[in-house]
């Protein structure tokens, strides 16, 4: 990786939520992108290529999982970009689904500030060493 900060890119619906934690990420050194609703999420993954996107799963205009969905099967880059579902659902089968979408991580709310900064920072620390498929031999 290049010494640029790293880009992350915040899908929440509650603005509040969603100021708040951005601001704290960016304190941290890290790149902010933020979105409202889905089809926003989706608009910026495909623009601005982030390296780590954190998704709420109850937005407007597409959910989060839609959004994992549209990602993994039309990846925006060639880069492998982890996905951390940060939502107030709890149940078993809404983890199952995400991580049967190829979502990275998940942690459920309400959350510590500091488990989405090292979460952030573990998938980061895990990008050197994912190999898209069609780098391996």
């Known amino acids: 990786m290049t010494n640029n900060p790293v880009k992350v890119l915040m899908a929440e619906d509650e603005i509040d939520v969603l100021t708040v934690m951005s601001k704290s990420i960016a304190r941290h050194g890290y790149e902010v992108v933020t979105a409202s609703n889905g089809e926003e999420a989706w608009e910026k993954i495909q623009q601005e290529s982030p390296d780590v996107i954190l998704l709420d799963i109850n937005m407007p205009l597409k959910n989060g999982f839609e959004v994992l969905k549209l990602l993994r099967e039309n990846p925006s880059s060639d880069k492998w970009q982890p996905v ?20 990275d991580h998940y942690i459920t709310k309400p959350c510590q500030m500091d488990d989405i900064l090292k979460s952030i920072r573990l998938m980061v620390n895990l990008i050197p060493q994912h190999k898209k498929p069609s780098e391996m031999d």
């Open 84 to 103: 951390i579902i940060i939502s107030a659902r709890s149940e078993l089968s809404d983890m199952q689904k995400s991580y049967n979408l190829e979502a």
